[in-house]
């Protein structure tokens, strides 16, 4: 049996549980809060720099997970019947929390130096789909990116499915939103002599096992159907990832990962060859 204390609830009404009432029809954009899903992304809520508010828990997990929760932080258990009709969807792994939003930093917070080793960062003007979004930051974790800027129609990547399928990589890599992306980025190539490399589909582009990545460098990702416009001209190199004539294109998630993948070898085959230690 666990030793910590809980408060059950007995109704969707209840005001405690405001925080998850009826998340499907919420996108928690502009609010103060936002919501995780499943004991993975609540722990790293947990031991994040984000504010917890408080754990929203199934009974049939208390014994689980109950000790697990600092006394600190509020936990409500209910049935899982109850707890679906207050969150208004079957979350099957029966826990959810509510973190507090801070501020995004800004672009030149994001870049500002000292720079730890060799910085690169991602650059997403126009990522929409919530999914996508999520796995580039799990990539972003994955291999070292040293933050993730975001324009102005990029989606909310506090949203449960962003969070969900980064697997909590969003609260762990820093992040900037910008209103006004293209004064920001030329300012900051201005400023830090950034290189700004476009993923692409072009036959005319380098071949991403060709690419000598310099430092520092951002990668720019562009929108899921229409790739990225207008954003190219702001680009010094365009990258491509050479694929199969059966296949013509990678899931944007999936194509983040194999860009950071080789980037993140590149870097350490020139740290070996420089004598530095990876």
């Known amino acids: 049996?666990?030793?910590r204390t809980f408060?059950?609830?007995?109704?969707?009404?209840?005001p405690r549980v405001a925080a998850y009432r009826n998340l499907p029809e919420r996108t928690?954009?502009?609010?103060?809060?936002?919501?995780?899903?499943?004991?993975?992304?609540?722990e790293r809520l947990l031991h994040g720099e984000y504010p917890c508010e408080s754990v929203l828990m199934a009974a049939d997990l208390v014994d689980e997970f109950a000790d697990r929760i600092p006394c600190s932080i509020p936990l409500y258990v209910g049935d899982r019947r109850l707890l679906y009709e207050t969150a208004g969807y079957k979350f099957h792994q029966g826990i959810l929390a509510a973190g507090r939003r801070k501020p995004f930093r800004t672009a030149e917070q994001l870049f500002a130096r000292p720079w730890q080793d060799d910085p690169i960062w991602i650059v997403c003007p126009e990522v929409t789909k919530p999914e996508n979004l999520g796995l580039v930051f799990r990539s972003a974790a994955a291999f070292g990116v040293s933050g993730v800027l975001l324009?102005?129609?990029?989606?909310?990547?506090?949203?449960?499915?962003?969070?969900?399928?980064?697997?909590?990589?969003?609260?762990?890599?820093?992040?900037?939103?910008?209103?006004?992306?293209?004064?920001d980025l030329q300012a900051i190539k201005g400023r830090h002599g950034l290189h700004l490399a476009a993923a692409v589909l072009s036959e005319s582009a380098v071949p991403l096992p060709d690419f000598a990545c310099p430092f520092p460098s951002a990668l720019m990702l562009g929108h899921e159907t229409e790739g990225l416009g207008k954003w190219l001209e702001l680009c010094d190199s365009q990258v491509t990832i050479p694929m199969t004539p059966e296949v013509d294109s990678l899931n944007l998630g999936v194509a983040a990962g194999v860009f950071l993948y080789e980037f993140r070898r590149a870097r350490l085959s020139q740290k070996r060859a420089s004598g530095r230690t990876p």
């Open 28 to 42: 928690l954009r502009g609010e103060a809060l936002f919501i995780a899903e499943g004991w993975f992304v609540t």
């Open 151 to 183: 324009g102005e129609r990029c989606c909310d990547p506090f949203t449960r499915r962003a969070l969900r399928v980064s697997m909590g990589a969003v609260m762990a890599v820093p992040i900037a939103k910008t209103s006004d992306l293209h004064a």
């Open 7 to 14: 408060e059950p609830i007995s109704s969707i009404d209840d």
């Open 1 to 3: 049996m666990t030793a």
